[in-house]
């Protein structure tokens, strides 16, 4: 079973056609989006992704603002979304959900809020506890989380001692980095500043009855066909490819 995770930034936009065109070629049985928004563009990709099969969609959009960053499952398996009253309180940048199947697991997409929000050490701890309380078998954690582990995750040292203390504590509940777990010390970015500094903000983490299903992560950038020479011409986030067995 292969996932994708993506922040396909703003929406999509005019890059929804080659957005979805990436997607399809992926060939992935369940796809999760951030900055996934209630706009025409947003709605466009979703509809294309229905055409692909992806007949199982769930999403965080709030009806009231649409041009609110949220979240999109979707899935070409049956997926029972699940509420917990521990969970972060952005119902538009947290989902979780079952993925129905002989193997069934749980997801859990993030997109963490930026640390200038304030509202981003809240979410570190909700998810924590969902962590430590998780009693929904074997389980993935995977979105855009704006933190990492210098010096491996960044060119530079941006990240506060909450942040850093936040990927510790995950790997002591058990719940292991995917990259990292299966490529060791590898640096790998995922998005990069107008300084053009890199950092790989995007992780995806699995609990110890998923662990032993995976098989590969990879960040990939996709490509453009109108401009195949721009690293980030789909998004300015590489998407997380990862397998299961």
């Keep these: 079973m ?7 930034r703003s929406g999509g936009g005019y890059r929804v056609p080659e957005i979805a065109a990436q997607l399809k070629k992926w060939q992935p049985d369940v796809i999760a989006l951030a900055e996934f928004r209630g706009t025409s563009a947003s709605v ?3 509809k294309q992704l229905l055409e692909f099969g992806f007949i199982h969609q769930l999403e965080t959009v709030n009806p009231e603002k649409l041009a609110m960053n949220a979240l999109l499952l979707a899935s070409k398996r049956p997926l ?3 509420d917990l009253k521990e969970a972060p309180k952005e119902p538009c940048r947290w989902l979780l959900a079952t993925v129905k199947g002989e193997r069934p697991f749980t997801i859990g997409v993030m997109h963490m809020p930026n640390r200038v929000t304030k ?3 809240p979410f ?3 998810v924590m506890e969902v962590v430590h309380q998780w009693q929904l078998g074997p389980g993935l954690l995977i979105g855009d989380t704006n933190t990492g582990l210098p010096p491996l995750d960044g060119t530079s040292s941006p990240f506060t001692k909450q942040e850093i203390g936040w990927m510790h504590d995950l790997d002591a509940a058990e719940w292991k980095d995917a990259l990292r777990y299966l490529h060791g010390d590898k640096q790998v970015f995922t998005w990069y500043s107008h300084k053009k500094n890199g950092f790989r903000l995007d992780e995806a983490f699995l609990n110890p009855q998923l662990l032993p299903r995976l098989l590969s992560i990879e960040h990939n950038w996709g490509k453009s066909k109108t401009n195949p020479e721009r690293q980030d011409a789909l998004s300015d986030h590489a998407a997380i490819v990862l397998e299961l067995s």
Excluded: S
């Design 124 to 126: 570190f701890d909700a």
């Design 2 to 8: 292969k996932l994708v995770f993506w922040n396909i």
């Design 44 to 46: 466009d990709l979703k």
């Design 119 to 121: 509202r981003k050490y």
């Design 80 to 82: 029972i979304q699940i």
